[in-house]
């Protein structure tokens, strides 16, 4: 009996270790976007790799997380070099740097980024999402994970050429499938990290989100790395950049994609900014 008060004491206090070890940390992050899926042009998807990788990171504790993207300095991104020239006019592929930081008591998200060499501050209470729940499991990162739905409005870019046409031929006869207005998301989040976090704007469960799938594997971010180590002096709120709350950057980029579609400079490109 003893023999057995002693195991049972010991189980229960590693696993009370754990979950206080959980309670901050950092969290790895692998995207890997399929390009084929916003390029419809032949040419640019033949010299360019179907997807595109990306690391980001996730630093949290009981106040708050900031989820940015992890430099790629020493990983030269490899679209920048197969962009290719088409009618005078060079794609260009790297992602864009974003940080996002979230006050888990006030429920207020800041989020820096990087545009057509802008940079903006978007603060903004944090965005309910009506999750529908499933009893679905599978293991990421070591960790037990439970599946999530929901629907957002489109984040969409699709890139084309028009073929024969192209952008320098307004006879163009070869369309672009319509933008969809909505998009089915798919997580999976673990309660073994009990703190409602995730990435990107992605929270409101009962735990750490580790994989998000945007429209069936067009744009998926998974869990490659669970550790209670991280930079705690780097989790803070980002201060740089214009500051406005998400409609009015919405708006910013509407009119940003609009001066640049007058002007002749996006070509085929077509975007769609919701979020």
Known sequence: MKKFILVFALIFGMTQLVMAQMKEGKIVYERKINMYRMITDPEMRARIPEF????????????????????????????????????????????????????????????????????FLIIDSLKSINWKISEETKTIAKHLCKKATTSVPAQIMRIGGGRPGGRNNPDTTEKMPALPKEQTVVVWYTEEIPASIGPDTYTGLPGAILEVDMDNGANLTTAIEVTTKYPKKELVQPTKGDKMNRAEFQ??????MEDMQKGGGMGGIRFRVNQ
């Open 251 to 256: 708006e910013a980029m509407k009119k940003i």
């Open 52 to 119: 595109r990788t990306s690391q980001f990171e996730l630093l949290f504790n009981e106040q708050a997380s900031l989820f940015r993207t992890v430099p790629e300095d020493e990983a030269p991104d490899p679209f920048a070099n197969n962009g290719g020239d088409r009618g005078g006019q060079r794609f260009m592929f790297r992602m864009p740097e974003t940080a996002t930081y979230t006050n888990l008591s006030t429920k207020i998200q800041y989020e820096s980024r990087g545009m057509f060499e802008k940079s």
